[in-house]
């Protein structure tokens, strides 16, 4: 999506919010959901995919950035000792979505794999009050006049109405908890810029939410009584965002009415650089090997959204 996050808005009906919900940033804030020694962890983290899992004078990002992924995640099943019902969760790859609105007479389908999923055995908790949902009926949603919203997507013939949550009726862990994007190619041209993966984690985690609600609620256009909440979380193997999609109301045709509601913070560094081999001038070591500028705080948001519906 060429207009990014703003584009993504247009085509689900959705308010944006800057910043992570109170009950995520509650999280964050108590001691008491954090690790102990957790910083070292992380760092070693980093380490392991940055400097030691090679040979490599220096890793490409299609390595270490899976990697990391996979190191950050086995801190955070770290807490399951703490918090039991954690391992009711269950990681999907390769899984298929596909949810299909109409948006103003035209048909719209989000359809394919996207990134990893996290399924729970429970949902997560409405972040928004009712009467917050009720406010966004005067939110006043952005056009683009005379563009049109849908000039950069793909069109196609659609034979079949899909909306399938990728799983067969009976899996345990039924419901999205949060899609993970990882962004592991090495060259820009092949990986979004942070803009572009911000709307696309918002258009896949809409994607997963509206095909989940319409297995609980049917195929009518409606305003949920119990919201769907879907996360994402998307990463470079440096830089982070966080998001927090509601789908409040599957009636999408018109700008009319209850919006969805989107809370992302945006561009969250956890390490500044990796310097895999010294920095040496004149046979003078300046800046040794190692990870600079670490930003224990963004794994913070990363575990707390992780804790987000259990805690």
């Known amino acids: 999506l060429f207009e990014g996050v703003r584009q993504a808005q247009w085509l689900t009906k959705t308010k944006l919010v800057q910043g992570l919900p109170p009950s995520v940033q509650s999280i964050i804030d108590n001691p008491a959901h954090q690790l102990q020694d957790h910083e070292e962890g992380v760092k070693r983290a980093v380490w392991h995919a940055r400097l030691w899992n090679t040979t490599e004078t220096a890793p490409e990002?299609?390595?270490?950035?899976?990697?990391?992924?996979?190191?950050?995640?086995?801190?955070?099943?770290?807490?399951?000792?703490?918090?039991?019902?954690?391992?009711?969760?269950?990681?999907?790859?390769?899984?298929?979505?596909?949810?299909?609105?109409?948006?103003?007479?035209?048909?719209?389908?989000?359809?394919?794999?996207?990134?990893?999923?996290?399924?729970?055995?429970?949902?997560?908790?409405?972040?928004?009050?009712?009467?917050?949902?009720?406010?966004?009926?005067?939110?006043?949603?952005?056009?683009?006049?005379?563009?049109?919203?849908?000039?950069?997507?793909?069109?196609?013939?659609?034979?079949?109405?899909?909306?399938?949550?990728?799983?067969?009726?009976?899996?345990?862990?039924?419901?999205?908890?949060?899609?993970?994007?990882?962004?592991?190619?090495?060259?820009?041209?092949?990986?979004?810029?942070?803009?572009?993966?911000?709307?696309?984690?918002?258009?896949?985690?809409?994607?997963?939410?509206?095909?989940?609600?319409?297995?609980?609620?049917?195929?009518?256009?409606?305003?949920?009584?119990?919201?769907?909440?879907?996360?994402?979380?998307?990463?470079?193997?440096?830089?982070?965002?966080?998001m927090v999609f509601q789908l409040n109301t599957t009636d999408l045709v018109s700008n009319d009415g209850i919006k969805n509601m989107v809370w992302i913070d945006s561009d969250q560094n956890l390490y500044e650089n990796a310097l895999c081999v010294p920095e040496v001038k004149k046979r003078v070591v300046l800046k040794p090997a190692g990870i600079y500028g670490f930003q224990p705080d963004t794994f913070k948001k990363f575990l707390a959204l992780y804790l987000h519906g259990t805690v």
């Not at 794999?113 to 949902?133: D, F, H, K, T, Y």
């Not at 409606?222 to 440096?238: A, F, M, R, Y």
Request: proline letters at 7%; glycine letters at 4%.
């Open 61 to 242: 990002r299609e390595h270490y950035c899976p990697v990391l992924f996979e190191d950050l995640m086995h801190i955070c099943r770290l807490m399951s000792a703490k918090y039991p019902s954690l391992a009711k969760r269950m990681l999907a790859r390769n899984y298929r979505i596909a949810a299909t609105w109409e948006r103003e007479s035209v048909l719209f389908q989000v359809r394919g794999q996207n990134g990893i999923l996290m399924n729970s055995m429970a949902p997560i908790p409405p972040v928004a009050s009712r009467e917050e949902v009720l406010a966004t009926e005067e939110n006043v949603l952005e056009t683009f006049h005379p563009i049109s919203p849908t000039i950069d997507l793909q069109e196609v013939i659609v034979y079949r109405e899909l909306n399938d949550t990728g799983f067969k009726e009976g899996y345990p862990y039924s419901h999205p908890h949060t899609v993970f994007f990882v962004e592991s190619a090495n060259n820009y041209p092949q990986r979004f810029r942070p803009e572009q993966l911000r709307a696309k984690m918002l258009m896949f985690a809409f994607g997963n939410a509206l095909a989940k609600a319409r297995v609980l609620y049917g195929n009518d256009p409606k305003v949920l009584e119990q919201p769907v909440v879907v996360q994402s979380i998307g990463t470079d193997g440096q830089l982070f965002q966080f």
